[in-house]
C-alpha cells in the first residue's frame, strides 16, 4: 500500500495588526518571516530522505499573502535544492478562521459591534478560542468549520497521489491546521486548546489504516498566550 504523507506548515512571521483577529489580514512576511520559510527547505528534504519519500512537486497554500509568500519562498528554495521544479497552488480553501464582516476590525470594535447590535447575545469571555463559537455575523465561521473546510481539502488533494510515496506539502494558518488535524483524528479536540504552531516549522501526519497519525515535527505548547493564527 502506497504511503499517504503529509506536512503542514503554519506561515511565517508577517506584519500582523496588534489586537486583531488575524485570520483576513493582507500583510506580508517580515524579514524573519521569509527566513523561516527558507529554513523549512531542508528539514523537508531530511524528512523525505529519512522516511524514503518522494517530494510532491506542488504546495498546496492559503491564497492569504502571507501564506502564499511562505509556500513560494519554500518552493524557490526547494527547487535549487532539488533541481526539480516545485511550484505553489493556493486556495481559499485553506484560509484561517472567517470572522466574516468583522474582517479586520480589533477585538475591541468587535465588541462593540456585537454590544450595538440588538440582535446579538452578549460574547462569551472566551469567544476567540472558542472551538465552537461563530461570532453572530454575516459570513463568520467557528474554529472547527475552518477546521473541517481544510481538513477537506487535505483529503481531496490526498485521493489520487500515484504509485510513488510521496510527501505533500500544505501551507495555511495555526488555529485552522490544529483544527484540521482534530477533525482527521490526529489531534484530540481537547489538546486544541494546548497548542499552537511555529511559524514555518513543518508537522508530519501519515494516513495509516483510514486514519491519520502525528509522525513527526513539534507542536508549539501554548502559554495562555492569545489566540492568533
Partial sequence: MVRTVIALLRHGDYHQQADTPSALQPWPLTETGRAQARAA??????????????????????SLLRAWQTAQILADELTRLTGTAVTTASFDALWERNVGSAANLTTTQIQQAVASDPRCPPLPDNWKS???????????????????????????????????????????????????A????????????????????????????????HIGGNWKIRHREAHAD
Fill in 41 to 62: 527547505a531542508p528539514q523537508l528534504m531530511d524528512f523525505c530522505a529519512e522516511h524514503q519519500l518522494t517530494l510532491a512537486h506542488q504546495i498546496d497554500c492559503s
Fill in 130 to 180: 472558542d472551538s465552537h463559537f461563530r461570532l453572530p455575523l454575516p459570513g463568520a465561521e467557528s474554529l472547527m468549520d475552518a477546521g473541517h473546510r481544510v481538513a477537506s481539502h487535505i483529503e481531496g488533494a490526498m485521493t489520487n497521489t500515484g504509485s510513488d510515496p510521496q510527501l505533500k506539502v500544505f501551507v495555511g494558518h495555526g488555529a485552522a491546521i490544529r483544527h484540521a
Fill in 182 to 213: 482534530s477533525v482527521m483524528g490526529a489531534l484530540a479536540e481537547s489538546d486544541i486548546p494546548t497548542l499552537s504552531m511555529y511559524h514555518a516549522q513543518p508537522v508530519f501526519l501519515e494516513r495509516i489504516d483510514d486514519h491519520w497519525h
